[in-house]
């Protein structure tokens, strides 16, 4: 579903923050990256929705090189979700939510029901969350928002940066739980950044181990642990 292939990101200063990446992930298989700041593991997550472009290297998604897509059109293809999830204050949790699938042109009703739906699979009772406005909420519940609003017009794909660093870590496990019990229902193919070893062993299908700028290992979380 995704492929890297010779994948370098050198910044305008220099950095060489990507140096020859090639890797795959299979559909519905959640790969964790992991490994120290700085490594490169959001410049690999950014390439895939387009917000950062490779300097060499080919990347494709469902077998399509994404050079070739508009990246606004991909982007609409790929849920995202980051640590502070930007949901838009003026906005209901249930009009967050129905943010995507109203862009691509959904009816109305239908991407309400829709939000409605992805609020009750992460958690949140959308007749009682629904109305109240992202301030109204806590942090954990912030979160969950973040995921079913990256979820919601059904991507094949889910890029998600720190998507538990920013709660406590009693929240923090709870999420990881909903998480994991969500991914078994859906099933995405998911990129998952994360600088904790514990969280990207108890989430990854597999586990990307990040050195500078290179993937030192990239196996089950069984195998990685393993390791000598
Ligand atoms: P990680 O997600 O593993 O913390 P990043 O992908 O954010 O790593 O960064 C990889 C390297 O690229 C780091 O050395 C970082 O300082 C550098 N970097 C990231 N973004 C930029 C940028 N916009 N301009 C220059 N260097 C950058
Ligand atoms: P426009 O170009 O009309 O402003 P965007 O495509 O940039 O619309 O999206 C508007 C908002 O919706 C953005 O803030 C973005 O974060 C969010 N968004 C867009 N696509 C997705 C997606 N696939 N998953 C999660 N949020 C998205």
Not at 61 to 81: C, F, K, Q, S
Not at 184 to 213: N, P, S, W
């Amino acid at each position: 579903m995704i492929r890297f292939e010779h994948v370098t990101k050198r910044y305008p200063d220099g950095t060489t923050a990507v140096d020859d990446l090639s890797f795959e992930v299979a559909e519905g298989e959640l790969v964790t990256l992991v490994g120290p700041s700085g490594c490169g593991k959001t410049t690999t997550m950014m390439m895939v929705n387009r917000l950062i472009e490779p300097t060499s290297g080919r990347i494709r998604v469902g077998g399509e090189d994404i050079a070739g897509v508009d990246p606004v059109r991909l982007r609409r293809r790929i849920g995202y979700v980051i640590q502070q999830v930007g949901l838009f204050p003026h906005r209901t949790v249930l009009d967050n939510t129905a943010t995507v699938p109203a862009l691509l042109g959904w009816k109305r009703a239908k991407a309400r029901a829709r939000a409605a739906e992805l609020l009750d699979l992460v958690g949140l009772d959308p007749k009682t969350y629904g109305p109240r406005y992202p301030e109204q909420l806590s942090g954990g519940q912030r979160q969950r928002v973040g995921v079913a609003r990256a979820l919601a017009a059904d991507p094949p794909v889910l890029l998600m940066d720190e998507p538990f660093g920013a709660v406590d870590p009693v929240v923090r496990e709870q999420l990881q739980d909903e998480f994991l019990r969500m991914q078994a229902a859906v099933r995405k193919t998911v990129l998952l950044v994360t600088h904790d070893i514990e969280e990207a062993v108890r989430l990854g299908d597999r586990i990307a181990v990040y050195g500078q700028g290179r993937i030192e290992q990239f196996d089950t979380p069984a195998a990685v642990l393993g390791a000598p």
